[in-house]
């Protein structure tokens, strides 16, 4: 089976949920865990991170305003009964 590439029309996103320039421990977690090799060089472009992946982030990071972004986060994925959830990095 082929896989194709579909022209994108729309992007909706829902504020900022972390800062990859900004939140080292983060960005340490992504890259331990190979979640990082999703994004190009410049750490631009969709990454897809596990419910799980986000459960444990919460455990390491320490400034409140991004905890409460994931926090939010979760509770919008397990709503929706999600297993992951995609980010757009720019």
């Given at each position: 089976m082929s896989i194709r590439?579909?022209?994108?029309?729309?992007?909706?996103?829902?504020?900022?949920?972390?800062?990859?320039?900004?939140?080292?421990?983060?960005?340490?977690?992504?890259?331990?865990?190979?979640?990082?090799?999703?994004?190009?060089?410049?750490?631009?472009?969709?990454?897809?991170?596990s419910v799980e992946d986000i459960e444990n982030m919460l455990n390491i990071v320490r400034d409140d305003n991004v905890r409460d972004s994931l926090r939010k986060d979760l509770e919008w994925a397990k709503g929706q009964e999600k297993d992951y959830l995609l980010y757009y990095c720019f």
């Open positions: 590439a579909h022209r994108v029309k729309e992007i909706f996103f829902d504020g900022e949920s972390f800062n990859l320039w900004h939140d080292q421990e983060i960005v340490d977690y992504l890259e331990n865990n190979g979640l990082l090799e999703q994004l190009n060089t410049d750490m631009s472009g969709f990454i897809e991170i």
